[in-house]
């Protein structure tokens, strides 16, 4: 794929840019590993000053950023600002918190027979980072901010069409102020990506997207002995139960299902329904899918764009097509907009059956499927039923309930009564093959740090005791 800013809206390309050749792809690599050298020596202090003047940075450029966003990948302007702020927010918490988040973890010495024992938690070095479209700003923050408050480098190769946010990425740190190279982008293809990896000077990844993708770097990195962590999607599942409040559920669900134009990892993608109140909330449901306003992600009026790229739409259509094809009943929408631009419109799918490829498979657009259930058994067998486990939706008030939900849903997250989102607060990520190692809240920070026990025993000379 060429590195290209590609108008959703029209497919009209406004900017292409050349990939690094293989000297100015070392030459970044070799200035990435000296920055670290120096760089994970500075304090927690220094570093957070930097942060801090990064969040600045966003908040004035805020605008400017939105419209960019919007224009290479077709989000609404709202939401895309609304990105911009969370990554602010992400930089100022970051700064705040990650001296007592990596903290010297003391040990009780008399247990390990020593004066002082603790583990110390420092960074690997440089990290790279392999990010989608879909979130441009704020998947890339979501890494970033961490790893560079806990003295890692970073180095971003973001998803080929959203280039210019990319740039972005480099300049605003070293807008900010933090040393020369602690953070670069790589334009490069993918076909780099096994190069970068495996290159000494680079001490691990991180990567969210496809599950082949997420394949490919877990295998080379293995390979080569590197740590990782990886996100890769999911077909989250949205409970509702008999005691839910289904109007509140119903809106909510709408905005679950087509959020970010209904390109979202954690989006509620399958929505399983207890049948005494199935017949209720499909109707709010159908309503409030058909009440949002597809159209100019730029004009403030619209709920959802376009989706970021042709092939996109055609992968939703196509899904769409064989469920239909397979007895599957169109609720509201299904049908691809005339004129131009990827556009593709909220809607709702029943009658899923398993030998339909939407079943098992992510649709990465805003189309949702409905099924209808008997109990809560069947509720969390049919939730459950996914090769993916990234996040997970329960509606209801009952509190056995709720707890059955969070104790046997088979996902990395699980939202009671509300919708699935990500803070730094809160460790982010899934099991099956919705990847493995968390993002954000403190375990984010110490994917990628050095836990290093440190033992102190008495200066002079003792006894000694057995080495095991």
């Not at 605008?63 to 290479?72: F, I, Y």
């Not at 010495?109 to 479209?133: D, E, H, I, N």
Request: glycine share 8%.
């Amino acid at each position: 794929m060429a590195i290209a800013t590609v108008n959703p809206m029209d497919g009209t390309t406004l900017k292409t840019f050349d990939a690094l050749t293989a000297e100015e792809l070392d030459n970044r690599l070799a200035r990435a590993a000296a920055a670290f050298r120096s760089y994970r020596l500075t304090s927690y202090d220094e570093r957070a000053d930097w942060m801090r003047a990064a969040a600045d940075v966003l908040e004035g450029d805020a605008d400017d950023l939105a419209r960019l966003m919007t224009t290479e990948m077709g989000k609404t302007v709202k939401a895309a600002k609304a990105e911009v702020l969370k990554c602010a927010a992400a930089c100022r918490h970051y700064a705040d918190h990650a001296a007592t988040m990596l903290a010297d973890t003391e040990v009780e010495p008399a247990a390990v027979k020593a004066t002082r024992a603790y583990v110390r938690w420092q960074p690997m070095g440089v990290v790279l980072a392999v990010m989608p479209w879909n979130f441009p700003m704020w998947q890339a923050m979501r890494f970033a901010a961490p790893a560079l408050m806990a003295g890692n480098v970073g180095l971003l190769k973001h998803a080929s069409n959203v280039p210019q946010t990319a740039l972005y990425m480099e300049e605003l740190f070293r807008r900010a102020g933090f040393p020369a190279d602690v953070f670069q982008t790589l334009l490069i293809g993918s076909g780099d990506v096994e190069k970068v990896l495996r290159d000494d000077r680079v001490a691990a990844a991180t990567l969210t997207g496809s599950g082949p993708a997420g394949q490919s770097v877990a295998a080379i990195a293995g390979d080569a002995l590197k740590p990782t962590v990886l996100e890769l999607g999911g077909s989250d599942p949205f409970v509702v139960m008999p005691s839910a409040d289904l109007e509140k559920a119903a809106q909510v669900a709408a905005t679950a299902r087509c959020q970010n134009n209904g390109q979202s990892c954690i989006a509620a993608k399958r929505f399983i329904v207890h049948a005494d109140v199935a017949e209720r909330f499909q109707s709010l449901f159908a309503s409030a899918l058909a009440a949002l306003t597809l159209g100019d992600p730029t004009d403030d009026a619209t709920d959802v764009g376009p989706l970021a790229t042709e092939q996109g739409r055609v992968d939703v259509e196509e899904l769409v097509e064989d469920a239909v094809g397979k007895g599957a009943t169109v609720v509201v929408g299904g049908t691809r907009p005339d004129g131009p631009g990827w556009y593709y419109p909220p809607t709702l799918l029943t009658g899923i059956t398993p030998e339909m490829r939407m079943y098992r498979e992510e649709v990465f657009g805003p189309v949702a499927q409905l099924h209808v259930v008997e109990d809560i058994d069947a509720a969390l067998e049919l939730a459950n039923d996914s090769d993916f486990g990234l996040g997970s939706n329960a509606w209801t008030s009952d509190p056995d309930e709720q707890e059955r939900f969070a104790r046997d849903l088979e996902a990395g997250m699980v939202f009671i009564n509300g919708m699935t989102a990500s803070y730094p607060e809160l460790p982010f990520g899934g099991i099956k093959t919705s990847g493995y190692g968390r993002e954000l809240a403190d375990l984010g920070m110490k994917e990628f740090c050095n836990a290093k026990t440190v033992w102190v025993g008495e200066s002079a000379a003792g006894d000694i005791s057995s080495s095991e």
